[in-house]
């Protein structure tokens, strides 16, 4: 069986654990219900990526779908120092006529970002992102990755609850869940296990 690592796997995979022939209209709508679950369960879940950002000519750059808020963006140099946030209005007042240089400040305003003064180039972006959904335009993402068996129990809860099989539907999300959980203590051990304490004080 073809390991489930993206949206075509995922699709094939639909069929082949139900048992059945849905068209791929109806697996998108599995797909979809999924991710509405999972975003619930998700919404206080922050998860930090890197990325990067390439500013055009006006020192702009769109910002990805799953994209919740920034924790830094410095430019992609060796010994770049972090800009600082503000708002756009204060980053247009800040160089009112649009010159180019090193860039100190960025801004955003709906899934733009500006950087200022203008430079065009590459950043690299520590992000919280959210959960982007599977097409066959968007292959993949990090839970698939993380949890390929979460995504198709809560498929597959979905696919019963379509037949109305509702007892068998509980059972699938349930698995989803635990599944979900595994991710998170997953995500935190890796993030936090070799982190140390700080004192913001004098020690003995």
């Not at 975003?39 to 750059?61: C, F, I, K, M």
């Not at 920034?70 to 649009?98: C, E, F, H």
């Not at 950043?123 to 993949?140: D, H, P, R, Y």
């Not at 998170?184 to 004098?202: E, H, K, N, R």
Request: proline share 4%; net charge negative.
């Amino acid at each position: 069986m073809t390991a489930i690592t993206n949206y075509t796997t995922l699709i094939a995979a639909i069929d082949d654990w139900s048992e059945r022939d849905y068209t791929d209209a109806q697996k998108d709508q599995f797909i979809g219900l999924a991710e509405s679950e999972f975003n619930l369960v998700l919404r206080s879940y922050r998860r930090v990526e890197q990325n990067t950002l390439t500013t055009n000519s006006s020192g702009e750059a769109t910002l990805p779908s799953a994209f919740r808020s920034m924790v830094s963006l410095k430019r992609d140099l060796s010994g770049a120092s972090p800009l600082i946030p503000t708002d756009w209005r204060t980053l247009q007042a800040l160089n009112p006529y649009a010159l180019a240089g090193i860039p100190e400040y960025y801004a955003i305003k709906g899934s733009t970002l500006k950087v200022s003064p203008i430079a065009e180039g590459d950043f690299i972006a520590e992000m919280a992102v959210g959960l982007a959904g599977l097409t066959s335009s968007n292959a993949t993402n990090w839970l698939i990755t993380l949890s390929p068996m979460a995504y198709l129990a809560m498929c597959l809860s979905a696919a019963e609850a379509f037949q109305k099989n509702f007892a068998e539907a509980a059972t699938w999300k349930g698995q989803a869940l635990q599944y979900l959980d595994l991710v998170g203590i997953q995500s935190d051990v890796a993030q936090y296990a070799t982190a140390s304490v700080t004192l913001d004080m004098p020690t003995p």
